[in-house]
């Protein structure tokens, strides 16, 4: 994704956040009374100045710009009950935060990010094998651009030093090593940390095969593995695995979200300091998720654990 693309998407999310759903007669009659109650407050105050204090200037002020103190209560009911698009909680006796929001992967500020993979930890984009609409694909643009031999050698170095041998395979760029669902090779660049989990089997096109919602399952224990073994407990941000390109079709949203934030809650270990659950924007303007229902079973989680 260009950044022009992703300045759009931000502005498409702001706007659907303000004025989502307000033709409804009833969302309608909310923005209308408390537009009212904030013009009221204001030009009460205004009374109340002149009354208390002899302080005249308020009150004239409001009587004579009254267009604008309309438009002020007007935008500040529509930022009052403009709709959410974060929802955080803290999970008791544990000091690990929750947070699920809709936001580019990458313009999340974390010191650990999760990058989806395939188990040939494949990271040629020639004919789209890595898309650049992918989070690999963005994260190899930017930092490496196309030359991705040096990211395939820090790969290799982790997985040698794991001691994980992988089975030979071929496909149409040649011979290739082929890894268990679940694997984690972690790559440090410029001072961060990023996690590749092997999330799906590819064919020699680098299309997704044998699709199957345990992969996100063995994906998620192999990922809180890697990271309680040589890893950081810090700030992790994710995008939402085995959604999007990896193609599994049992893998909501919300189902994906519930999971990575059960394991990360119910793990014994302490894995991070703040969780960051990413949701794409073009997910939230096409209207796949009901993020007020993530907000609640974030709040019962962090509660109860």
């Known amino acids: 994704m260009s950044r022009l693309d992703g300045c ?14 307000k033709n409804s007669i009833a969302a309608a009659w909310k923005l209308s009374y408390t537009a009212i109650g904030y013009i009221s407050s ?3 105050f205004s009374v109340l100045l002149k009354d208390l204090a002899e302080f005249n200037k308020a009150e004239a002020l409001c009587k004579n710009h009254w267009v604008t103190l309309v ?7 529509f930022i009052k009950n403009h709709e959410k698009v974060t929802y955080k909680g803290i ?4 000091d690990l935060q929750i947070e699920v929001k809709v936001n580019d992967l990458f313009s999340v500020k974390a010191s650990s990010y999760v990058i989806p993979t395939n188990t040939y ?16 694909g963005a994260f190899q643009l930017k ?7 040096e990211l395939d050698k820090m790969i290799a170095r982790s997985l040698k030093c794991q001691g994980i041998e992988g089975e030979d395979n071929t496909d149409i760029h040649g011979t290739v090593k082929k890894y268990p669902v679940g694997t984690v090779a972690k790559v440090d660049i410029k001072g961060k940390h990023f996690y590749f989990v092997a999330i799906n089997d590819v064919n020699q096109y680098g299309k997704p ?9 063995v994906a998620l224990k192999g990922l809180l593995k890697a990271i309680l073994m040589f890893g950081h407990c810090d700030d992790i941000a ?14 909501t949203l919300e189902s994906v979200i519930e999971d990575t934030i059960n394991r990360f809650v119910s793990s014994q270990d302490k894995i991070a300091r703040k969780l960051t659950v990413c949701v794409r924007p073009k997910d939230y303007l096409e209207d796949k998720l009901d993020l007020e229902r993530v907000g609640k079973y974030i709040d019962y989680k962090c509660e109860f654990k």
């Open 91 to 94: 999970v008791k006796d544990d």
């Open 71 to 77: 438009l002020i209560g007007i935008i500040a009911s």
């Open 8 to 21: 759009c998407d931000k502005l498409k999310v702001l706007l659907k956040c303000l004025f989502s759903e």
């Open 209 to 217: 095969v044998n699709q199957n919602y345990n992969n996100v399952d």
């Open 238 to 251: 994710m995008p939402l695995i085995g959604t999007g390109r990896a193609a599994i079709r049992e893998a």
């Open 121 to 136: 930890f494949r990271t040629i984009m020639d004919g789209d094998y890595i898309s650049p609409e992918s989070v690999q």
């Open 42 to 44: 204001i030009f009460a």
């Open 143 to 149: 930092y490496f651009k196309k030359n991705t031999n």
